[in-house]
């Protein structure tokens, strides 16, 4: 069921309602500064496929490069001061960072070696990594099988698993309450000046025409069909990650950090179960609307894996799983942020890989500055432009899952 906008023109037109649309429209909202008006376009007000109803909300310091360590750390201080940050507001509930954090592990000098770099790095900037021997982590984790490991990262700081369902839900209620309008529709066009150096409208869905002063792009996984309308290009695609939550028949004595084993797989302490995941060993691009799991992912790569790594694993049952979209940014899985440089009021965050759901407090609060003042204020994102994606030079980050 399809809902008419309010309004026949908006200050500010978000394409996507899910995590970064809604932490767009919040954090513009609340800036004391926009005094505009802003509609977000959501085509499935349910977010049943949404790539914030499939992520696992993980959050992690552990990065090779410092902006996306700053980014972290804004996010895992917004999320442990949620209240404080929704103005104290009675109804919003506290929010634990559950702190077991990450355990990237080696099973290459190379890769130790790269381990080792990006922990100086977070270290530089008050993160709390530890570099670990393969004795460290045998001493603090007994359960992992450890032979053909010799390094490790790991930080128990400020990593680990939030409420990220949570976080979304008060920051779309918490913009409604502050003047944002949220329309069930789809932006199916948009229209561009005569010289294409901006969007004057977008065209929904159900007939309705709307001019615009500037437009995001949120749409996650679908961020190249949206672009497209305006005759714009980027390398972002769907593709299909997969989750399973199982049960141990021997639990583990302690939290199980959220594990990166080197065949790909990830593992962690999910409540009274564990959690895993990998990308498929043939990763294509998908249908924007497939979820269909392979279920012999499971049986021949992800259960090997855990039962070789935690021998503890060899007697599990699976309890849960589901097949997610990243919104895959093919040329260096990072995010897509700013304006465009020809079309200048059709604003992208996009791509971002897998770690949408940790860096929406700082991306959202990024684009809420572009749209007030024109500029980032409070954390140059400017490493995340449009210009890259022109010029084919990547973003480096080692630390990509």
């Known amino acids: 069921m399809t809902q008419a906008p309010v309004r026949q023109s908006y200050d500010v037109v978000i394409v996507g309602g899910a995590m970064l649309g809604s932490s767009v429209a919040w954090f513009t909202m609340m800036n004391p500064d926009f005094d505009g008006t802003l509609l977000v376009v959501e085509r499935d007000a349910t977010?049943?496929?949404?790539?914030?109803?499939?992520?696992n909300s993980c959050m992690r310091q552990q990065f090779s490069n410092a902006v996306?360590?700053?980014?972290?750390?804004?996010?895992?201080?917004?999320?442990?001061?949620?209240?404080?940050?929704?103005?104290?507001?009675?109804?919003?509930?506290?929010?634990?960072?559950?702190?077991?954090?990450?355990?990237?592990?080696?099973?290459?000098?190379?890769?130790a070696q790269t381990l080792k770099e990006a922990q100086a790095v977070q270290a530089s900037l008050g993160a709390g990594t530890k570099h670990m021997t393969r004795d460290q982590i045998a001493a603090a984790y007994p359960f992992y099988q450890l032979d053909d490991i010799i390094a490790g990262n790991h930080n128990l700081?400020?990593?680990?698993?939030?409420?990220?369902?949570?976080?979304?839900?008060?920051?779309?209620?918490?913009?409604?309450?502050?003047?944002?309008?949220?329309?069930?529709?789809?932006?199916?066009?948009?229209?561009?000046?005569?010289?294409?150096t901006r969007v004057d409208s977008v065209t929904l869905k159900s007939g309705e025409v709307v001019a615009c002063g500037q437009v995001v792009n949120a749409s996650g996984p679908r961020a190249s069909l949206t672009a497209a309308m305006a005759g714009?290009?980027?390398?972002?695609?769907?593709?299909?990650?997969?989750?399973?939550?199982?049960?141990?028949?021997?639990?583990?004595?302690?939290?199980?950090?959220?594990?990166?084993?080197p065949s790909g797989v990830h593992m962690r302490t999910d409540g009274q179960y564990?959690?895993?995941?990998?990308?498929?060993?043939?990763?294509?691009?998908?249908?924007?609307?497939?979820?269909v799991q392979d279920h012999s992912l499971w049986e021949e790569k992800v259960?090997?894996?855990?039962?070789?790594?935690?021998?503890?694993?060899?007697?599990?049952?699976?309890?849960?799983?589901?097949a997610g979209h990243y919104a895959y940014n093919t040329l260096d899985q990072n995010?897509?942020?700013?304006?465009?440089?020809?079309?200048?009021?059709?604003?992208?965050?996009?791509?971002?890989s897998g770690h949408g759901f940790q860096q929406s407090p700082a991306m959202g609060r990024g684009v809420s500055e572009l749209l007030t003042y024109g500029a980032f204020r409070?954390?140059?994102?400017?490493?995340f432009g449009f210009n890259r994606i022109r010029q084919g030079e990547k973003f480096l980050e080692t630390a990509v899952i």
């Open 378 to 383: 409070s954390l140059d994102l400017e490493a």
């Open 68 to 111: 996306n360590v700053k980014i972290s750390q804004f996010a895992a201080n917004f999320v442990k001061t949620f209240r404080d940050q929704m103005g104290n507001d009675p109804r919003v509930p506290a929010i634990t960072l559950q702190s077991y954090g990450y355990m990237y592990l080696a099973d290459t000098p190379e890769f």
């Open 335 to 352: 995010a897509i942020i700013g304006p465009h440089d020809t079309v200048a009021n059709f604003i992208f965050v996009n791509g971002f």
């Open 47 to 55: 977010y049943e496929n949404a790539s914030t109803s499939h992520t």
């Open 274 to 291: 564990y959690l895993a995941g990998c990308p498929p060993d043939d990763d294509p691009a998908v249908d924007h609307d497939d979820f």
């Open 232 to 261: 714009i290009e980027i390398p972002v695609e769907p593709r299909k990650r997969y989750t399973y939550i199982f049960e141990a028949e021997k639990p583990l004595d302690r939290d199980l950090p959220l594990t990166i084993d």
């Open 157 to 196: 700081i400020d990593e680990g698993y939030f409420d990220g369902g949570t976080v979304f839900d008060w920051w779309k209620r918490s913009a409604r309450e502050h003047g944002a309008e949220y329309i069930q529709n789809e932006v199916t066009a948009m229209t561009l000046n005569t010289s294409g």
């Open 303 to 322: 259960w090997p894996v855990l039962a070789t790594r935690v021998p503890q694993f060899e007697a599990i049952k699976l309890r849960n799983s589901w």
